[in-house]
Nanobody
Framework: VQLVESGGGVVQTGGSLRLSCAAS????????MGWFRQPPGREREFVAR????????DYADSVKGRFTISRDNAKNTVYLQMNSLKPEDTANYYC?????????????????WGQGTQVTVSS
């Protein structure tokens, strides 16, 4: 599976961005998917995950109520809608394919990763 993230950029505090993660070479419709981020100088951290049918989602406390993960299995694509962005959301954002149907908050439960897309929130 090849994953390509897009939609990152520079935005002011309070702004919005929508990240996309397009998968190719194999369907991801049977796998959970996750979004993670890696702020400068810090370890990669969990942001959100979604089950294979799209009806189960989970979020990190830091983004709950502001971010929404969704998927379109017909397009083999996963999205992350980010609203009310804060400077502490600045990071490189990665999508990943889970080993199982629902994913988890742990990076070790994901098999394939994209190259990431940079999100910078200015104050």
């Amino acid at each position: 599976v090849q994953l390509v993230e897009s939609g990152g950029g520079v935005v002011q505090t309070g702004g919005s961005l929508r990240l996309s993660c397009a998968a190719s070479r194999r369907t991801i419709s049977n796998n959970g998917m996750g979004w993670f981020r890696q702020p400068p100088g810090r370890e990669r951290e969990f942001v959100a995950r979604i089950g294979w049918r799209g009806d189960t989602t989970d979020y990190a406390d830091s983004v709950k109520g502001r971010f929404t993960i969704s998927r379109d299995n017909a397009k083999n694509t996963v999205y992350l809608q980010m609203n009310s962005l804060k400077p502490e959301d600045t990071a490189n954002y990665y999508c990943a394919v889970a080993l199982r149907s629902y994913g988890s908050t742990r990076t070790t439960d994901y098999r394939y990763w994209g190259q990431g897309t940079q999100v910078t929130v200015s104050s």
